[in-house]
């Protein structure tokens, strides 16, 4: 008996979703314990096997799904540096009217920054001193991050009375001084110890003073 027109295609696009679907909750659980385990153990101390068993899958599989260990690094550095905070972070800005209140959001987005993605941050940071790949991977999200900056610099000369000596450049500069991956919320709150609050408020002034020295000279 023939089957009705379609029914086959239907059964075997569901069929195929049901596959991408769990393929995906596979990855994804891996993706989690490699991040788990490379912050705990450190990126060289961690194994294929310990990712694997963490996340209850073969060796064989994390190279088939994540790419083995260094597509794993390289996961975890899209989900900081392709963020949807990026983003949200540009469009704020864009909708800013004065630089205090750029300036807040500046302070807000790299605090939550921090909250999100600090372990991953510091992960590369450490591995790309030994790594070839790892420090290719930091590079390109250097690159990412001082474009996003760019964006910003040039909202904030449209607020504020700049000389024309200030660049896009030296904006980053500065912003990357004080809210950078290895000053900014890391020293102050997971270093120092100290609570959130008084980070935000310190490196907002900071900034804020060093934009207004900036716009004086």
């Known amino acids: 008996m023939t089957s009705p027109p379609g029914t086959n295609e239907h ?3 569901r069929r195929r979703s049901r596959r991408d679907e769990y393929a995906e909750q596979t990855r ?8 788990t385990l490379f912050a705990e153990r450190g990126y060289f101390a961690t194994t294929i096997n310990d990712i694997a068993a963490a996340s209850r899958v073969s060796a064989g599989t994390v190279y088939q799904q994540c790419g083995g260990k260094q597509g794993l690094l390289r996961t975890l550095m ?13 469009d704020q800005v864009e909708q800013c009217e004065s630089l205090a209140e750029l300036y807040a959001a500046l302070a807000d987005s790299y605090l939550e920054f921090w909250r999100r993605y600090d372990d991953i941050v510091q ?16 590079g390109q999200a250097t690159a990412r991050h001082r474009g996003a900056l760019y964006e910003i610099a040039r ?6 009375d700049f000389p024309d000596s200030f660049t896009d450049e030296d904006f980053a500069d500065i912003t990357l001084y004080h809210y950078g991956p290895q ?13 959130e609050d008084r980070a935000r408020r310190f490196l907002s002034a900071q900034f804020g003073q060093s934009m207004t020295a900036i716009a004086a000279n």
């Open 123 to 138: 992960l590369v940071l450490a591995t790309a001193v030994h790594d070839e790949s790892a420090a290719e991977s930091l």
């Open 11 to 13: 059964s075997s696009e």
């Open 155 to 160: 909202k904030v000369r449209t607020l504020g």
């Open 183 to 195: 000053s900014g919320y890391h020293f102050t709150v997971t270093v120092l110890g100290w609570p």
């Open 78 to 90: 899209d989900s900081w540096t392709t963020s949807d905070l990026v983003q949200g972070t540009l």
């Open 28 to 35: 994804e659980a891996v993706v989690a314990a490699a991040r």
